[in-house]
């Protein structure tokens, strides 16, 4: 069996790239929140816990912590705008119930391999109050006392200081993902994110001291305003701080879905020719600078956790990114949040005050989900690996799943062919592997298994670059 190259992580073809650039899923889910049903209840999702705690696997926590102070006009993300701090209160009020809501479900043995608050700004709260959730989640579920566990906090620099990011080290965080975008002045001003190097490189530099094992830096390529040039400014002074990794997304412009996306001007857009050219700057920049190419828009250090799970194929994708934990159900908590139990997603409400009438009623805040069905969870399987280790194995997937992979994926095999000729894949008697060139396209190749597409792609998916 073949072997990942990091060296050669990545090739870069205009053509193959302008061919293949259509809209569709990240796979941080299969089947996608698309197919979420509010006809899945509360009941459903319990059923699904008991099943879970028969199963030995171990638990990832996820919060969301919904505010912002301030709206960046490119963010798709769930979020309130709020200046007002005292709107945290009583948000921690209910996500402390739903915790012990939750908590009461779960056996007690389950150890918390993974835990992550996103939002939002988590850090939009106030020490006291993250020291309290904390707290609040070490009292009901049995969380490591050392960095046994990937415990991850997203950050924006200007809502944290070198005080708070030593005491989220206290509490219990070794990993942080620092959002950027671009240090463009022109950039910031456009999006409405205005945000100094002088901030965010305070924050990394006590991620550092305060022996974080990890810092993740997201950047934007697709931006108003934005230029080769000044994006590689951004990228190498980000490189020199020393970020472990970094997350370099395509901004999906889609004023439609998420209005704040109106206040940026259509003329300040770049050309598509002008993003693939700052995607290729960038991707060779990182490249030079000796990190690898993970997937999905991620690179990292080759002796990184994530590159070495790779090498080792033991890498996992899931709503966080990847990770190198796989073998954990994911419980979410807080306003919109998403678990994935035993062989189902639920979703909890999204707006505020729904939340609260639901956990204020000492029930959980679960409004609708999906069953997967066995061959979800054969295709999740199979989009997971090629995503997550650019191969597949069918020996693997037929001795786990009991199938015969070339008779019950022919149709598949069949329209991978034209991606073969092209140079994205090779397919041997046993194997697919996904060739350098086919490592930025890896969405593509992997939306041939995904059962669900049909008449969905162009309206409520962003272009693969």
Not at 57 to 63: D, K, V
Not at 419 to 445: F, K, P, W
């Amino acid at each position: 069996m073949k072997s990942i190259d990091p060296t050669a992580s990545i090739s870069f073809d205009e053509d193959l790239i302008k061919r293949y650039n259509q809209s569709g899923p990240r796979y941080t889910s299969y089947p996608t929140a698309l197919e979420f049903d509010e006809k899945f209840t509360k009941k459903d999702y319990v059923s699904a816990v008991e099943r879970s705690n028969q199963s030995g696997r171990n638990l990832s926590l996820y919060f969301h912590i919904p505010f912002c102070d301030t709206i960046c006009f490119f963010c798709a993300c769930n979020k309130v705008w709020t200046r007002d701090r005292s709107k945290a209160a009583p948000y921690l009020e209910r996500l402390f119930k739903e915790i012990e809501i939750q908590a009461a479900l779960f056996g007690k043995d389950r150890i918390v391999d993974q835990l992550h608050w996103g939002g939002g700004t988590p850090t939009f709260i106030n020490m006291d109050e993250m020291r309290a959730l904390m707290t609040k989640t070490r009292e009901h579920f049995n969380l490591y006392d050392d960095d046994s566990g990937e415990y991850s906090i997203e950050i924006d620099p200007r809502e944290a200081n070198r005080e708070s990011v030593l005491l989220l080290r206290e509490l219990g965080f070794n990993r942080m993902s620092l959002g950027v975008q671009d240090f463009d002045p022109a950039v910031q001003k456009a999006i409405n994110r205005i945000q100094t190097e002088a901030e965010t490189f305070e924050v990394l530099s006590a991620a550092k001291e305060a022996g974080f094992l990890s810092v993740n830096v997201d950047l934007i390529y697709g931006l108003p305003k934005q230029t080769e040039a000044g994006f590689l400014k951004t990228l190498n002074s980000v490189i020199e701080a020393g970020a472990d990794r970094f997350s370099i997304f395509n901004y999906a412009h889609m004023p439609s879905l998420f209005p704040t996306q109106k206040k940026m001007k259509e003329e300040d857009m770049p050309t598509a020719d002008e993003k693939l050219a700052i995607l290729h700057a960038a991707s060779s920049r990182l490249l030079e600078a000796g990190y690898v190419y993970i997937g999905m828009d991620h690179f990292a250090k080759p002796d990184d956790e994530l590159a070495i799970a790779q090498q080792n194929e033991t890498l996992y994708r899931n709503f966080q990114g990847y990770s190198t934990h796989a073998e954990s159900d994911l419980v979410g908590m807080g306003a919109t949040s998403i678990s994935l139990i035993n062989n189902t997603y639920a979703q909890n409400e999204k707006g505020l005050d729904d939340y609260y009438k639901k956990i204020d009623a000492g029930e959980l805040a679960v409004y609708r989900g999906v069953y997967l069905t066995e061959d979800d969870e054969l295709r999740r399987d199979i989009i997971t690996r090629l995503i997550s280790h650019f191969h597949l194995n069918f020996s693997t997937i037929n001795t786990q799943w009991n199938i015969r992979f070339e008779e019950y994926f022919a149709k598949e095999m069949a329209a991978l062919q034209p991606m073969q000729v092209d140079g994205l894949i090779e397919i041997t008697d046993q194997d697919i592997y996904v060739t350098s060139a086919g490592r930025l396209l890896i969405r593509n190749i992997c939306m041939v298994f995904d059962a669900y597409l049909s008449g969905k792609t162009e309206n409520r998916f962003s272009k693969v670059i």
